[in-house]
């Protein structure tokens, strides 16, 4: 079993910025494994937002590339997710998922109000 908690979330104006964080346990070894964040708006499917590998290579989606950084402590099992100049675009439910694992957070809600 592996659990993945999300927090940092929460309402913020457009332009401003919030971290998320996402913290693995369970039976599994973190550090050897890319993570990703994704994000789900009502009414649209769950999409990738970011990665990044067990090297700390990088991939981001177009909407969020030069505002959005994901980065990694393995010492803590935990990936970040660092949001700025943020959008009304950007109001989701964010989920944290180590890639090539079934296993979701239970998400954590950003909203950006204009």
């Known amino acids: 079993q592996v659990q993945l908690v999300e927090s940092g979330g929460g309402l913020v104006q457009a332009g401003g910025s919030v971290t998320l964080s996402c913290t693995a346990s369970g039976s599994i070894r973190f550090s050897i494994n890319a993570v990703g964040w994704y994000r789900q708006a009502p009414g649209e499917q769950r999409a990738m937002v970011a990665t990044i590998t067990r090297g700390g290579s990088t991939n981001y989606a177009d909407s969020v590339k030069g505002r959005f950084t994901i980065s990694r402590d393995n010492a803590k099992n935990t990936v970040y997710l660092q949001m700025n100049n943020l959008k009304p675009a950007d109001t989701a439910v964010y989920y944290c998922?180590?890639?090539?694992?079934?296993?979701w957070g239970q998400g954590t809600q950003v909203t950006v109000s204009s």
């Open positions: 998922k180590i890639l090539g694992y079934i296993y």
